[in-house]
């Protein structure tokens, strides 16, 4: 199984599933306090779920966790500290998937890509979305 938890001086900034990442039975990768759970579905061909929903329930969450699945190209994600430098480099490529989960963060394109990505919202607008740093 190919799952990669970016832990940086005991901080879990990220999640990475490997494309190929190969599990018998369905597994959850974040921990259960996380805002985002991020894990992969297995069950053998027959398996039915049975029809449901999810109950609404009010949560609140005061974080905001992006989660990206590479489609197309090569791309790299940077981890930075908060004031701006450089902590790890993370590359991934077609079918890789990421959960940004904490921490300063930024994408570079190695190549032509496209990615799916994944907020919680509501979206409330750049101004209030996000906090540029100098990267060092």
Known sequence: MT?????????????????????????????PESSFQLGLLAHHA???EPVHYHKKITRQITDLQQFLIVQT?????????????????????PGDAILLIHGAHSLRMLEDSQCISVK?????GVENDKVELQAR
């Open 120 to 124: 919680q919202g509501p979206f409330l």
């Open 46 to 48: 027959g398996f039915v």
């Open 3 to 31: 799952i990669e938890r970016i832990e940086i001086g005991g901080v879990t900034f990220a999640e990475v599933i490997r494309a190929g990442a190969k599990v018998e039975t369905s597994t959850f990768v974040s921990r």
């Open 73 to 93: 190209g090569n791309i790299a994600v940077t981890f930075h500290a908060d004031d701006g430098a450089l902590l790890r480099e993370v590359a991934l490529g």
